[in-house]
């Protein structure tokens, strides 16, 4: 009887568990960044509108008390404090 003992071969498929668990933590990197990213931009855009908004309310202001003084100007009076 001859017996042939070849060489024993390891199975090699550990490999691919590993390269998938590093594919998904850079993919959660990725992600999260782009979840921070989107968060500033927002707060960001937000705070640019808040801006707009008490800037374009402080010139309405500014008109409205400009033309009562324009108004008192040409009928030659000025009312008081009340009337207004």
Same mark, same amino acid.
């Given at each position: 009887?001859?017996?042939? +003992?070849?060489?024993?071969?390891?199975?090699?498929?550990?490999?691919?568990?590993?390269?998938?668990?590093?594919?998904?933590?850079?993919?959660?990197?990725?992600?999260?960044?782009?979840?921070?990213?989107?968060? +500033?931009? +927002?707060?960001?855009?937000?705070?640019?509108?808040?801006?707009?908004?008490?800037?374009?309310?402080?010139?309405?202001?500014?008109?409205?008390?400009?033309?009562?003084?324009?108004?008192?100007?040409?009928?030659?009076?000025?009312?008081?404090?009340?009337?207004?």
């Amino acid at each position: 009887m001859q017996t042939l +003992s070849g060489p024993i071969r390891q199975n090699g498929g550990g490999y691919a568990l590993i390269i998938i668990m590093c594919f998904l933590v850079v993919c959660l990197l990725v992600f999260a960044s782009m979840m921070y990213w989107i968060s +500033s931009n +927002s707060s960001v855009t937000a705070r640019n509108n808040q801006f707009n908004m008490s800037g374009a309310a402080a010139e309405a202001a500014t008109e409205k008390v400009l033309s009562q003084m324009n108004y008192d100007y040409v009928a030659q009076s000025l009312s008081n404090s009340a009337t207004y």
